[in-house]
């Protein structure tokens, strides 16, 4: 205990031996061990990776002078823009396609002689392997009128569900089913359909529910179109939104 | 044999703490795992336990066209690890060209190690559009998009569901199919990320893979290098993060199936 040594130092200064250590049911002063060092033995990666860093830095040579101070204006190297620089036509897009290098010329001697056909690549690694990125054609989104409706279209409401859902790679295989946590707690939430007020989602105007929040199975709604509604109601109801505009019977 | 991308269209969205506990999850489930850091922040090795100082990596030897199976090491888990390695950004611009001009300096030898029927690769990509996504989703089975329960990450779902994100162009509509998601830091207690994450799962649909929660002790095992199972496994995240890794078991071939040529 840190109170122990200071007692000991005092004794001995005073000569006197017979001195101890009462805490008079005070808590010590001194903690018992210093919290830094249970942060460092909790997190290992933390001390390696300061102790890393300054390594790192020491083997840098420092400059010789301080840096510029990043306020105060801009550096003595600083040119500013001629002043009719806005009004200069602009240079044009810029080229990003991947500079090919130009093939070696071949030796006189070989000019005269038929050049043997290049060697095919394997069919496996040619199907395999993707053309370059600069050579793949990628759509390029529109840019949507500044004023348009769309371009004012809330973040969220732009999650609608989407017209065609991308045919699942896995056809074998049951898919991933949420047996609790976090993903369950949000299918229940995300299931119960209404969304929350402040992004509300938006609705056809057809009357027809998209098919995503039809909850009915197809087997009933074909029960009661043989059977016939026992409520007298359609038996394609549960496919229209409620208070929507009214389809054929 | 299948390959589990594990790539975000977005930054700091915890892809590579969920590839490496993801990999620790197949591998608990019997499965035969290999993680391999695409990612030049090489940080995938961290949370094997791998010292900070130890910047040894395939990328660095990759222009001499190693074996990887000798650069493979091997973790206290019992995953299998292919650190990216170190690089300055000289080495590694001058990389990505020369990946540019020969994808198969990359291809080649991640196809043998694919060679290997019982061995489920997960690959830790680079956030956002990169080279190494560009080569690898054409072959991938199973491509794991990160997202936030956050504004920033609904707004990129556009780029998933166009499959820019992918960068694959006319096959674009093909590697989407196999892209699932899952949604990382879902804070319950927040009215911000329950809405996204209500509005991306009514979205996303059976493409949800899955969700995690926030949690302190994900942050935590990584300062501690230890996998979220190690140190916190009752841990919601660590719940959260073994139902994920039973979805993407259950989209696999099994073990033994995958030993059938």
């Given at each position: 205990m840190g109170q122990d040594s200071d007692v000991v130092r005092v004794a001995a200064a005073l000569k006197s031996p017979g001195i101890r250590y009462r805490s008079f049911g005070n808590e010590p002063v001194?903690?018992?061990?210093?919290p830094q060092a249970d942060v460092s033995n909790s997190f290992p990666l933390l001390g390696a990776a300061i102790e890393a860093a300054a390594t790192e830095a020491r083997s840098v040579p420092m400059p010789a002078e301080p840096s510029a101070p990043l306020a105060g204006g801009p550096p003595a190297s600083f040119i500013p823009l001629p002043a009719d620089y806005a009004s200069r036509p602009s240079p044009g897009p810029v080229d990003l396609s991947y500079p090919v290098p130009a093939p070696a010329p071949a030796p006189r001697q070989a000019e005269a002689a038929p050049r043997p056909a290049p060697p095919q690549p394997d069919p496996s690694i040619a199907e395999a392997a993707p053309r370059p990125v600069a050579s793949t054609p990628q759509p390029v989104p529109p840019r949507l009128p500044a004023g348009s409706a769309e371009a004012h279209q809330h973040l969220l409401q732009a999650l609608a569900p989407p017209a065609v859902l991308p045919v699942p790679a896995f056809p074998p295989g049951a898919p991933p089913q949420a047996t609790g946590g976090t993903l369950a707690a949000l299918l229940g939430a995300a299931a119960q359909g209404v969304p929350q007020a402040p992004w509300p989602s938006p609705l056809p105007d057809s009357g027809l529910l998209p098919a995503a929040q039809v909850t009915l199975p197809l087997s009933e709604v074909m029960r009661l179109v043989a059977t016939g509604s026992p409520s007298g109601?359609?038996?394609?109801?549960?496919?229209r939104i409620a208070g929507g505009r009214a389809g054929p019977q | 044999m299948p390959l589990i991308c594990v790539a975000a269209p977005k930054g700091g969205v915890g892809k590579t703490t969920l590839a490496a506990n993801l990999a620790e999850a197949l591998h608990r489930a019997g499965r035969c795992v290999l993680a391999i850091d695409f990612d030049p922040q090489n940080a995938l090795r961290l949370h094997f336990?791998?010292?900070?100082?130890?910047?040894?990596?395939?990328v660095t030897e990759l222009p001499q066209r190693p074996d990887w199976q000798e650069l493979v090491r091997h973790t206290a888990c019992g995953v299998g690890l292919l650190p990216h390695g170190t690089n300055d950004i000289h080495a590694a611009l001058r990389l990505n060209a020369a990946l540019e001009r020969e994808p198969e300096l990359l291809l080649a030898p991640l196809r043998a190690m694919l060679a290997d029927p019982a061995l489920v690769v997960v690959a830790d990509l680079p956030p956002g559009p990169s080279h190494p996504l560009h080569l690898l989703a054409p072959i991938a089975d199973l491509v794991v998009a990160v997202l936030l329960a956050d504004a920033t990450s609904a707004a990129l779902v556009p780029e998933i569901d166009s499959g820019r994100f992918l960068g694959t162009g006319t096959m674009a509509a093909l590697h989407t199919g196999r892209v699932r998601v899952v949604l990382n830091q879902v804070d319950p207690q927040s009215r911000l990320s329950r809405a996204v994450a209500e509005a991306l799962a009514r979205h996303l649909g059976p493409r949800l893979l899955g969700a995690v929660c926030r949690d302190e002790a994900v942050a935590e095992a990584l300062a501690a290098q230890h996998l979220l199972h190690e140190l916190a496994p009752e841990s919601a995240a660590a719940l959260d993060i073994e139902e994920i890794a039973q979805g993407i078991a259950a989209l696999l071939p099994a073990p033994a199936e995958a030993a059938v040529p």
């Open positions: 001194r903690g018992t061990a210093h109601k359609s038996p394609f109801a549960a496919f | 336990g791998l010292p900070v100082r130890d910047g040894a990596g395939f």
